[in-house]
């Protein structure tokens, strides 16, 4: 039976043009096949696509949670692509391909995302799990070998997963706990080490996660000379001249790298005294 429902035309399993008119001014515009969503939209001067692709989708994602997700896309990609983009020659057409497949949860290839159909059926609040897998779409083919540590590549989409969560962590924040110092003791696996250099040094003319960014999709450093690459990280903000080590043993010792980051009801601990997404606003 589940061969046959994936023959079945996607308008038969309750997906129509009327359910994705939730988008203010217009701004995009759907068209449906018998088995894709497709989307077309311009942000900021930018025209975005994306394409909801249900060729194995068995209806195990409700299309109002595909809703969701195409709203997530257009509130988070463009966003993400407006700060990153440029450096990393990222895609502005991205695919998603929700599948009632053996695959992994979700994965990223290019700018094709996987899926599994049953995930959000099981775990309805994890969409931001697609947010993790638009970052590595963003950071379009890191290179795990000329990084001071291969970790870098998921501890950098986590960082995006968080500062970029959907609807200000409507859903993220519920449940998906950003690390602490505790369970994340170095910086080779350390996504809260990301988000503070961030909220507490960029500013606005010198953006240290992009120059992190940068650095990480340009190959400019071998894996041995990470100290050289940390000080162009740094270079032109309040942590120049500091080695890396210093800067690291600062954000292990402050509360940033305790306080909790789940809540229940309105923002959590570290939300409510730091407003850590300004940047992202």
């Not at 060729?55 to 896309?73: C, D, E, K, M, Y």
């Not at 500013?203 to 450093?221: K, S």
Request: hydrophobic fraction near 35%; glycine fraction near 6%; charged fraction near 25%.
């Amino acid at each position: 039976m589940q061969n046959i429902s994936h023959r079945i035309p996607i308008a038969e399993k309750g997906i129509s043009p009327e359910l994705f008119d939730v988008f203010p001014g217009n701004f995009v515009t759907t068209s449906l096949t018998t088995k894709e969503v497709k989307q077309v939209g311009t942000v900021n001067g930018i025209e975005y696509k994306l394409t909801l692709r249900l060729t194995r989708w068995a209806g195990r994602t409700a299309p109002s949670q595909i809703v969701v997700l195409s709203r997530l896309f257009w509130a988070n990609y463009p966003r993400m692509y407006e700060r990153f983009g440029a450096a990393g020659e990222s895609p502005t057409q991205i695919t998603l391909d929700i599948e009632n497949k053996g695959y992994g949860i979700a994965w990223n290839a290019g700018n094709l995302i996987h899926l599994h159909d049953g995930w959000l059926e099981q775990y309805p609040e994890d969409y931001d799990c697609i947010t993790h897998e638009l970052a590595h779409a963003i950071q379009n083919g890191w290179d795990g070998e000329t990084l001071e540590y291969e970790d870098y590549i998921e501890r950098f989409a986590d960082a995006c997963r968080f500062l970029y969560a959907f609807n200000n962590g409507e859903y993220n924040d519920r449940g998906w706990e950003m690390q602490t110092i505790a369970e994340e003791p170095t910086r080779a696996d350390s996504v809260r080490f990301l988000v503070w250099f961030d909220y507490f040094y960029s500013t606005e003319g010198n953006d240290l996660l992009l120059n992190y960014f940068r650095v990480c999709h340009d190959e400019t450093y071998p894996t041995a000379n990470w100290k050289e690459a940390w000080a162009d990280i740094f270079r032109g903000s309040a942590l120049e001249g500091r080695d890396i080590d210093d800067i690291y043993a600062e954000y292990a010792a402050s509360e940033f790298a305790v306080l909790p980051t789940v809540t229940e009801n309105g923002p959590s601990p570290l939300l409510s005294k730091y407003d850590v997404r300004r940047l992202t606003k």
